[in-house]
């Protein structure tokens, strides 16, 4: 009797052991989920240079284009502040600094690395916002706010940004563009915490919400004097951005932080953007590793796996987990290093008069080079000017020239675009990733995305909502401002034609609701 009730005790602390493990890291069966990354929220599919209707078959030339399924949601607080529903991370909404958080954004609001570590300990010391636990964001923080509906401005001529959309969600984020001629107009770059040091000097890697790119920013001017931010804080979901990896034993590993799954090697060989999207596609075909449903990363879901801590010049590695392999490659400038790789994301262009689409993003996992004239010299010289982990962007195809930068140390002419002559790269490489079975649910075609087509539309637009259980779901189609502009009654399940009527152009958001199903989507009607 008393060895059964041992049993039974023991029995009951392992039961309880188990149940606050699961409370921890999640349900049976599933993979711990420390965060989510967040959609792009981009519901236009691109070709090399022009929208086009979502491919919706793998078959399809640019099929593939996928900008996840946790579309941004936030929160605006009444003490200056937002939360982001989806990360669970809490953000100052501006990066006005002068105490009454108005949301007027100017120049002298913009603080030095120095000056961003003393603004920190001001806030937590006073406990704005009514914390005292802000933090410095770590660059995949400050990522997670990227709105990939943005332009970018770098094309335009003259100082007028009225046709120009940051990479940041305006209606819960002041934004100020740069203030000429003191400043250009994609002097926006946002600090994060993650410093980037190579054998030329410290930099700090930031996002810049105006022309949407992370890069490696020195501390130091090229002239002399400090380099300014703008900065706001953050707090709460201090596992966000952490990675978990597993090694499966099968060419594929599998980050239980997001529910991603990657492949371990990358392509081998550089590919143009359609030829990225199509070679995904072909291993689909051959049911690689065992799968038949991945994609080309979307810009955020790539960024996720960058290791900010390993570099070419301290770990001679690219910045990634050594439980990927990453093929080497030979640089412009001859030397030994690693790829870029493309992602399924558009990096809108705008010139004052329209928007174009022909440049698509992609992530260094090695030097993110461009061709500088160093001090003293009188030719160029290719320089780690962003760093390993930066996110920059190419055309999609073609024989690039770029802008002529000047010669070489050994004579040869040097092609770059940009202040720092940016290297381009028409070919990079490429890592594949699906989504990891949870529940036996595929979280791409989970509860909460909806699927829709045409996308754009015109007249009709098709719901499919086989997947609902038996009822009466509303369907509520709402504009930009949040204002429902259709509500209707459906019978579920069933495929779904709507006749979008007298609704006019622009972008709408489609909720389908039934009982504790929502199933959220969005589309462009033309």
């Not at 960024?303 to 900010?308: A, E, G, R």
């Amino acid at each position: 009797m008393k060895k059964y009730a041992w049993a039974r005790i023991n029995r009951k602390k392992f039961i309880v052991t188990v149940l606050w493990f699961l409370f921890l890291f999640g349900n049976i069966g599933a993979y711990p989920q420390a965060y989510k990354i967040v959609s792009t929220d981009v519901a236009v599919c691109y070709d090399t240079a022009n929208p086009i209707p979502c491919p919706t078959s793998p078959g399809d030339p640019f099929y593939g284009q996928f900008p996840g399924v946790n579309l941004p949601s936030f929160q605006a607080n009444n003490n200056g502040t937002v939360t982001d529903l989806v990360t669970g991370l809490t953000w100052q909404k501006s990066p006005d600094q002068n105490g009454n958080n108005d949301g007027v954004i100017t120049i002298d609001d913009k603080l030095t690395w120095p000056q961003i570590q003393a603004r920190l300990l001001v806030l937590n010391s006073t406990s704005w916002g009514g914390f005292s636990d802000w933090r410095i964001p770590t660059i995949k923080e400050l990522y997670s706010l990227t709105n990939w509906n943005g332009t970018d401005p770098s094309g335009l001529q003259g100082t007028n940004t009225s046709g120009l959309t940051p990479f940041l969600d305006t209606n819960y984020f002041p934004f100020a563009y740069g203030n000429p001629p003191v400043e250009r107009i994609i002097d926006v770059q946002y600090a994060s915490g993650n410093l980037y040091q190579d054998n030329q000097n410290d930099k700090l890697f930031g996002f810049n919400f105006a022309d949407g790119r992370i890069k490696g920013y020195g501390l130091i001017m090229p002239g002399g004097g400090d380099k300014v931010f703008s900065f706001i804080a953050v707090r709460g979901n201090s596992s966000y951005g952490f990675n978990h990896f597993t090694d499966n034993g099968d060419q594929t590993v599998t980050d239980s932080s997001t529910g991603l799954m990657w492949t371990r090697d990358d392509s081998q060989v550089a590919m143009n953007w359609e030829q990225a999207l199509a070679w995904a596609q072909g291993k689909n075909a051959a049911n690689y590793c065992g799968h038949n449903d991945w994609r080309l990363p979307n810009t955020k879901e790539l960024q996720s796996i960058v290791d900010y801590t390993r570099t070419p010049e301290s770990n001679h590695s690219a910045a990634i987990d050594p439980v990927f392999t990453c093929t080497s490659i030979i640089n412009e400038a001859g030397y030994p290093d690693w790829p870029w790789f493309w992602t399924s994301t558009t990096h809108l262009s705008y010139d004052g008069t329209a928007y174009h689409g022909g440049w698509a993003v992609y992530v260094c996992f090695g030097t993110a080079g461009g061709w500088m004239q160093l001090p003293g010299n009188t030719y160029y010289s290719y320089v780690d000017v962003h760093g390993a982990g930066a996110q920059r962007s190419s055309p999609k195809c073609g024989t690039w020239l770029g802008d002529y930068m000047g010669l070489d140390s050994l004579g040869n002419p040097v092609y770059g675009k940009g202040p720092q002559g940016d290297v381009i790269r028409v070919n990079n490489f490429v890592r594949l990733v699906r989504d990891v079975m949870i529940n036996g649910i595929n979280d791409r075609e989970g509860p909460e995305r909806l699927k829709l087509y045409p996308n754009p539309a015109n007249v009709f637009l098709t719901l499919d909502l086989e997947r609902l259980p038996g009822g009466i779901a509303t369907m509520e189609i709402m504009n930009s401002l949040g204002q429902i502009v259709v509500s209707l009654e459906i019978p579920v399940p069933q495929t779904a034609v709507i006749n979008l009527g007298k609704i006019v152009q622009g972008c709408y958001t489609v909720k389908v609701l039934l009982e504790n199903s929502i199933l959220t989507g969005k589309f462009i009607r033309n």
